[in-house]
């Protein structure tokens, strides 16, 4: 009996050390965010966009803890999102040449890609552009989490 009572607080203490690490992943990112764009600021510079395109949640590679919803604008300085995005850590805006919306897809375009910046808000963003950028060679915007190789979200601009 003392041999199955050890069993079960060793099982019980495990699982919640882990329920405990995976509520700091997923609360740790809101905690240090910065404070987000305005929807002012956000209109604004999505007045200078070239293009417009919509995250949705229902994506192949989305769920209940990777989405994305809003209006993305792209224009020569800046990527904007007047929206949301599921928190997380680690999150980065890239180009892509073709839309693509699970990890797979991601994996298999990644080195045709272009890493734009990183991700710290999750209402509403801006992301500047690197200098130069030429945003007809890609038609794809999307958001991945970089260390856990998770698709968050994506929508094609062009």
Request: charged share 10%; proline share 8%; net charge negative.
């Given at each position: 009996m003392k041999l199955r009572k050890t069993i079960l607080l060793l099982a019980s203490h495990a699982l919640v050390a882990l329920l405990g690490f995976a509520?700091?992943?997923?609360?740790?990112?809101?905690?240090?965010?910065?404070?987000?764009?305005?929807?002012?600021?956000?209109?604004?510079?999505?007045?200078?966009?070239?293009?417009t395109a919509q995250f949705r949640r229902e994506l192949k590679g989305s769920d209940a803890l990777h989405w994305?919803?809003?209006?993305?604008?792209?224009?020569?300085?800046?990527?904007?999102?007047?929206?949301?995005?599921?928190p997380g850590p680690d999150y980065k805006l890239y180009l892509s040449p073709r839309f693509v919306e699970d990890e797979a897809q991601v994996q298999a375009l990644k080195a045709q890609m272009l890493r734009v910046g990183d991700v710290k808000t999750f209402r509403n963003f801006i992301v500047p552009l690197p200098a130069g950028v030429d945003l007809e060679k890609y038609d794809t915007v999307l958001v991945w989490c970089e260390t856990f190789n998770e698709f968050i979200t994506a929508a094609k601009y062009r």
């Open positions: 509520a700091g992943v997923y609360t740790l990112p809101l905690l240090i965010a910065p404070q987000a764009p305005t929807a002012a600021q956000v209109r604004a510079q999505g007045s200078q966009a070239r293009h994305g919803e809003g209006q993305v604008t792209v224009g020569p300085e800046s990527v904007a999102l007047l929206g949301e995005i599921a």
